[in-house]
């Protein structure tokens, strides 16, 4: 038996041509959809793997609007077992402030009972890529952090975990209660089921109102980068362009 | 790449399913010098026809449609890109047992095998469908499924290996010059391109582009909310797209679709979403494409427990996951049917936009040949761009209509069914007398018109079973027996009407008598005050408006059309105007309001409320002259539709009242009532066998099947004479005919009325169908409360237009016996016409 | 002063950390502070050498005996000792996972904020900083408080460059205090993959094929290709959903970032996730039947065609100029 937390981010699911607010502060999401990014879609799937093979249950978390329970029913249609939104009203919160308030959630879950063996997050945020939460968590509970892992395995209390590495793996060991932050690839997420969605509906959502704690990070502005407007140089059509394109690798010395 | 042209002789926007289509028939058809441009990249460049479901039903209670679909399988099937797989419709409820059946009649009226089966038919057709929850099925064998990307880049393909097309993607329109009234240039991103006509075939994109050049194309984009789930282990055999029938579950308004080892379930049943066409996202800023837009969970989760319902084998599958979700953009336009031909406001510049995969390359062929030839094999009629009054156009009118029209998508739609928003745009001046009077109004061209008046429920008990009231719901929906006792009153004393839904144009200038006798088959050089009934031809003969004409002047003449076709006929005389400036033609739909006066009583009444000369010699029998009614000036038109004496009588709009009041005064010593459209559509002009345009008349028949052919051909020129002296030289193919309904009584003991386009069969139950193919099928029904009878018209094939032949016609299932009374154009009620000429 | 934590490889200074030490050293000069370096395991001679050449005039040089494998909390606590003693205005690391990681960990044990994938930094008593969000598709400006600015660098963004002159180098040898505690996460096993073939990160040249590969069995002349370029294999995010190769090959935002001399790119469509990962290219040779499919504005070279006829074609190509036949 064991209980897992997984920590998750809503974020608009772009296209290839980001459009901001006036403002600069934000995506322009009116056409976009909001969800939340492969390594959590992963760590929510080894989550409730973890669960199907060692029972116990499954928490999932998010910090945001109360527009973000969209993504914590998403979440549960995938398996997991209930939800916790930190709601907040104002914008971005930094990866202190993001932490502080994940750290009084579990404290508050295990108050209430549920005191948590892992805690799974994505490698970083889709969005601001901050690369943080997770060790920032880990450092404050006092519990040990793994990131980046490709692999997990628990075994006897202790999380084996794999990170992928330049020729291979290294391989970490903690004891548990531990945080791990995945990365894609670890697993190969299901797809959402209908009864999944019907049944995610009914599970239920516990709201927190979190304390926003000053993190040091403050953004002022997005800026979109200029558009790369490079023409390709067409070599030709078919296999008749072999030849030019062989000409262009022995010119690249690499052939 | 090729090099972006100055000049084409066509540019068509869109490489959509319709672009590709447009462009392979063009060129078929011999034009050269075709563009194709696309603001996308191809094969896909992002619009509807990217995401669509490519699922073909063939059977639409619409014969246009279903034949714009018929020919389109035709042409997937030449490309091989059809895959058959059969199809069901699933009914949950008793009423769509009932319209399943009547889907079944609409099959064999347009010439499909479908059949209905019971649950456990279904069952073995789609073993993974809970039979429990339904009561029948629909199965059409026909149905399948196509490959809409492959047939658009093979349609491109042939167009360019002949040379005729240049394709550009990427190209995005910047705008369009008009000159004069044509349209002259299109303008790029990669240049300008001359063009002597331009096509948008752009989908949810047309209105932003057609209104660059100054012209509306009324449509909405839509969501159509679809997800695809899988990997379905009972189609792990599956070799190819298909194996299973597809299934609509009509109830609900959803489909389930295989899709390879997929299964695609789409909804129409979800709140009408729609979507302003300016505020579609570039293909840059789409996650998907601009098309696929975020799929909303919340709008879906009643169809999902629904859909588990109908096939919880595979969808309550815990394995079979949605792996795509999409809320689909597709066009809506305000009356259901796509937009296509020349947009009224810019010559040369042509729509083909609202249109399905299902009927894509079906429209592209006869949108092409109406093109390159002026005429269509298939009639087009009801989809034409240019049917549309100002107000359809507005956002006002397409928004609200679009979605009242998108839950009707699966829906029972009955034939009379009215809109519920958008009403009381058009009033006439007799609006609130017809209020005060019980009126129940029916729309048409947005016009509120009467269709029978509840202050006359009194005449009911006068009548009684001469009234024929209907014990069967359906028949009695949008309908009352107040309407046929409305009928008989007018029969017996007068009736007023009120018909300012009319479209009154005036076609004025010394080139007014060249022009009208152009456009009309009869002989309009007639004396001033002779009004004549005519058709209006096309080039080939098709019979394209049905109008009276009265000559008013030497160079005056004001020709008298349906407010339904008003528009389209306008542009029709609009189109034919010549050169030189020597005609003109004024719209006076709105400015004139218009009364009929019909019964044996209507002299007595016209006469006691005019001083001037209303007998039948002072003022004889088809003519027309200014008759004064107290202080209104008004022209009165001694025709008839309801084969009653009597006037149709024009007035300025604002004395309407005021003339209403004192013809309504003048008739209560006659016993004057009002009466609705019921009588002046149905009742009345059934008992004399009138055509009705969209009924009886349309392209695909002509003057000697309807029984209109004239014994003489003027000597002058006119539109389609080649191809009507052609027509009479041969025996008609089929001839218009009067049946009526030997025995109405079902097998229920309930008496049963056909209401219109259900097949008519041999007494061994077999199919009528003409040397042509057209089948044989009701095209109106009706009451004829004074002949006791109820009639119905159709086309028949030589060997059954008799008068005396027993056929049948099919109802609801059942077969009903009908006989043939008139072949051929004379009237049931009144054979010699002597009460409208006495 | 401006500390910079150093990443090598047996005696090789890391691209990524040379390019940290460049913006580092511009950093440095605005603020008219020294450039130094932390170095893990103690400082090689030719690891010297390369610092001083990229401006580094102070070395400080780890030894523990507990860090012979890599251990992030330790490093960091080996950091935060150093800071105690040097107070330097910021500290930097290039953006690669054991940097991000390492600071992350800083930032956890000093309560100071960090500000990962920078790519400018203007100092002041706070910074204000451009970072890559999004995977690099959107920046982000943004101001790092806290008396001790940690930072970590975009790899790929600012370009390596050496000082004009080489820095006096003076190297001094750090002993950390450390506990159980800070080294209770480390590496306790490395597992090589004799594959023998290049990794994706590494290799000079990359073919890769896309949805358009059609099949798994479609990746076959693609292999082919890369057998005859001693090139590695990469896919799009698409084929790895499919389940037609493992997410080790898959080139992008969640998958693997590749800087190869030329990027053969085959029937793939182009999605920004996959741009990301192979933005880092010196060319692109994108081979796709859609001359508009958006992998096109991100190539420098195309052929317009079917990859399965292109690429056998290539192939053949090769070996005729090879003079062996096929």
């Known amino acids: 038996m064991m209980n897992v937390l997984v920590c998750i981010k809503r974020v608009p699911a772009t296209g290839s041509r980001i459009t901001l607010t006036p403002d600069e502060q934000e995506i322009d999401a009116r056409y976009l959809n909001f969800t939340f990014s492969p390594h959590e879609e992963c760590a929510v799937e080894e989550a409730v793997r973890l669960i199907e093979a060692h029972g116990g249950t499954s928490v999932v978390l998010t910090l945001g609007p109360d527009a973000a329970t969209d993504i914590l029913v998403d979440a549960m249609t995938l398996g997991m077992e209930r939800a916790v939104l930190l709601e907040t009203e104002s914008g971005d919160w930094d990866p202190g402030a993001t932490a502080a308030a994940i750290v009084e959630a579990v404290r508050a879950q295990q108050a209430a009972g549920t005191a948590f063996d892992l805690i799974l997050m994505g490698n970083e945020a889709a969005d601001t890529g901050d690369y943080q939460v997770g060790i920032r968590v880990a450092h404050v509970l006092g519990l040990p952090c793994v990131t980046g892992v490709k692999e997990l395995k628990i075994d006897n209390g202790n999380a084996v975990a794999r990170r992928e590495v330049k020729g291979g793996w290294e391989v970490f060991e903690a004891p548990l209660p531990a945080v791990v932050t995945v990365k894609e690839g670890i697993n190969l997420p299901r797809y959402p089921s209908l009864r999944g969605r019907l049944t995610a509906k009914k599970k239920p959502i516990e709201r927190m109102k979190p304390q926003r704690a000053h993190g040091g990070l403050e953004k002022v502005r997005f800026k979109v980068p200029p558009e790369q407007t490079s023409v390709a140089e067409v070599l030709g059509k078919g296999a008749e362009a072999a030849p030019l394109a062989v000409d262009l690798l022995q010119r690249l010395g690499v052939l | 790449m090729d090099t972006f042209p100055r000049h084409a002789r066509v540019v068509i926007i869109g490489a959509g399913i319709v672009g590709n289509s447009m462009a392979y028939h063009l060129a078929k058809l011999g034009w050269k010098d075709i563009v194709l441009l696309d603001k996308g990249p191809l094969p896909n460049p992002g619009g509807s026809t990217g995401h669509a479901s490519n699922f073909i039903y063939l059977t639409d209670h619409s014969k246009e449609m279903t034949k714009f679909t018929l020919d389109s399988v035709r042409q997937y099937k030449e490309l091989g890109v059809f895959t058959q797989s059969g199809g069901l419709e699933v009914a949950r409820t008793p009423q769509r047992v009932e319209e399943l059946k009547r889907r079944i009649t609409s099959s064999k009226s347009w010439g499909i095998d479908a059949e209905v089966v019971s649950p456990a038919e279904v069952k073995k057709l789609v073993p993974f469908i809970n039979e429990k929850i339904i009561l029948s099925g629909f199965h059409t064998p026909g149905i399948g499924v196509v490959d809409s990307l492959r047939a658009g880049t093979l349609m491109r393909e042939t167009a360019q290996k002949q040379g005729a097309l240049t394709v550009f993607a990427g190209t995005e329109i910047r705008g369009m010059d008009v000159a004069n009234g044509r349209v002259k240039t299109v303008r790029t991103d990669r240049g300008d391109i001359d063009a002597e006509y331009v096509v948008v075939c752009c989908g949810i994109w047309s209105p932003r582009i057609a209104r660059m050049a100054g012209a509306s194309i009324p449509l909405t984009p839509a969501v159509h909310q679809m997800i695809s789930v899988g990997p379905v282990p009972q189609f792990a055999d599956t070799v190819g797209e298909i194996k299973f029938p597809i299934v609509r579950d009509m109830d609900t308004n959803m489909y389930e679709r295989q899709h390879g080892f997929d299964m695609e379930v789409g909804s129409y049943a979800h709140r009408p979403i729609l979507m302003e066409p300016d505020r579609i996202p570039s293909i840059k800023e789409s996650a998907l494409s601009p098309t696929e837009l975020p799929f909303t969970k919340e709008d879906f989760d009643l169809q999902l427990e629904q859909a588990l319902e109908l096939m919880p084998d595979i969808l309550g599958n815990e394995k079979v996951g949605i792996r795509y979700a999409i809320n689909g953009l597709l066009s809506l336009t305000p009356d259901g049917f796509p937009l296509l031909g020349e947009t009224p406001e810019v010559k040369n510049l042509w729509s083909a936009a609202a249109i399905w995969i299902k009927e894509a390359p079906g429209i592209a062929r006869a949108v092409s040949e109406w093109m390159t030839t002026g005429a269509s094999e298939i009639d087009p009629t009801g989809s034409d761009v240019s049917r549309f009054y100002d107000h359809h156009k507005t956002k006002t009118h397409v928004q609200a209509r679009s979605a009242e029209g998108f839950n009707k998508t699966y829906g029972i739609v009955h034939p009379r069914e009215q809109w519920l928003t958008n009403r009381n745009v058009r009033l006439s001046p007799f609006y609130e007398r017809e209020k005060a009077l019980g009126a129940v109004f029916f729309e048409t061209a947005g016009w509120e018109r009467p269709n029978w008046y509840e202050s006359n429920n009194k005449l009911l008990a006068e009548y009684g079973d001469r009234a024929l009231p209907r014990a069967a719901e359906w028949e009695s929906r949008w309908w009352s027996p107040i309407i046929n006792a409305e009928h008989l009153a007018m029969r017996e004393r007068v009736a007023m009407v009120d018909l300012s839904a009319f479209a009154v144009l005036d076609v004025t200038g010394p080139g007014a008598l060249h022009l009208i006798q152009y456009m009309c088959p009869n002989q309009m050089d007639v004396p001033v005050g002779r009004v004549v009934y005519t058709q209006i031809l096309d080039v080939a003969g098709g019979i394209k408006a049905d109008v009276t004409v009265m000559r008013l002047g030497p160079d005056h003449f004001r020709m008298v059309d349906g407010g339904f076709d008003g528009m389209r006929d306008k542009k029709w005389l609009i189109d034919h105007l010549p050169a030189d400036g020597s005609a003109q033609v004024s719209d006076l739909s709105s400015a004139l309001a218009t009364i009929g006066v019909w019964g044996p009583r209507a002299r007595d009444l016209a006469q006691s409320a005019t001083e001037d000369d209303m007998s039948n010699a002072g003022f004889p029998y088809g003519t027309c002259r200014w008759v004064t009614f107290g202080p209104v000036r008004a022209l009165a038109s001694r025709i008839s539709y309801v084969g009653e004496l009597g006037w149709e009588i024009y007035m300025p709009f604002e004395q309407g009242a005021r003339l209403w009041d004192t013809l309504w005064d003048a008739g209560q010593k006659f016993g004057v009532v009002p009466a609705g459209i019921g009588v002046y559509g149905t009742t009345g002009r059934l008992e004399k066998s009138y055509r009705l345009y969209g009924n009886e008349l349309e392209l695909e028949y002509n003057l000697v099947e309807a029984g209109l052919a004239r014994p003489q051909v003027k000597s002058q020129d006119f539109i389609g004479k080649a191809a009507y002296l052609k027509q009479r030289e041969s025996k008609p193919a089929a001839t218009l005919c009067t049946l009526t309904v030997d025995d109405n009584t079902s097998k229920s003991g309930i008496k049963r009325y056909p209401q219109g386009r259900e097949p008519i069969l041999t007494l061994d139950g077999k199919p009528i169908e003409d040397a042509h193919g057209r089948r044989s099928f009701v095209t109106s029904a009706g009451s004829g409360p004074s002949v006791g009878k109820s009639i119905l018209l159709a086309y028949l094939p030589p060997d059954y237009a008799k008068a005396g032949t027993k056929l049948l016609v099919e109802y609801f299932g059942e077969h009903y016996p009908v006989m043939v009374a008139v072949a051929g154009n004379a009237p049931l009620f009144d054979p010699e016409n002597k009460r409208m000429k006495m | ?326």
């Open chain 3, 1 to 326: 002063m401006i500390i910079g934590l150093v990443e090598h490889e047996q005696g090789k200074l890391n691209e990524r950390t040379a390019e940290m030490l460049t913006l580092g050293r511009k950093l440095a000069a605005q603020m008219g502070a020294p450039l130094a370096a932390v170095v893990m395991g103690g400082a090689a001679p030719e690891i010297a050498e390369r610092l001083a050449a990229f401006g580094v005039s102070t070395v400080y040089a780890v030894k523990h005996e507990r860090l012979g494998s890599y251990a992030p909390e330790a490093w960091a606590r080996c950091v935060e000792q150093i800071m105690a003693a040097a107070k330097p205005a910021a500290v930097m690391a290039a953006g690669s996972e054991r940097g991000n990681e390492a600071m992350a960990y800083l930032g956890a044990l000093t309560g100071l904020p960090m500000a990962a994938n920078c790519t400018e930094v203007q100092p002041g008593e706070s910074f204000l900083v451009t970072r890559q969000c999004w995977g690099g598709t959107l920046w982000e400006e943004a101001r790092i408080h806290g008396s001790v600015k940690l930072l970590t660098v975009a790899p790929l963004a600012v370009a390596a460059e050496e000082a004009p002159a080489p820095a006096a180098l003076s190297v001094s040898e750090f002993a950390p205090t450390l506990t159980d505690k800070d080294l209770r996460v480390r590496v306790v096993d490395r597992i090589e993959t004799a594959s023998g073939r290049v990794t994706l990160a590494e290799a000079r040249v990359v073919v890769s094929g896309g949805r358009g590969a059609g099949s798994a069995e479609g990746f076959g002349p693609l292999e082919e290709l890369a057998g005859l370029l001693g090139a590695a294999v990469g896919c799009s995010r698409a084929v790895t959903s499919a389940g037609w190769r493992p997410h080790a090959d898959q080139i992008g935002q969640t998958g693997t970032r590749i800087s190869p001399e030329i990027y053969i790119a085959c029937g793939v469509s182009g999605a920004t996730q996959h741009i990301v990962g192979c933005k880092g290219s010196k060319h692109i040779l994108a081979i796709n039947t859609d001359p508009e499919a958006p992998i096109m504005n991100a190539a420098d070279y195309a052929i317009v065609g079917d990859m399965h006829v292109v690429v056998p074609a290539l192939c053949a190509e090769i070996r005729k100029r090879r003079g062996v036949s096929d």
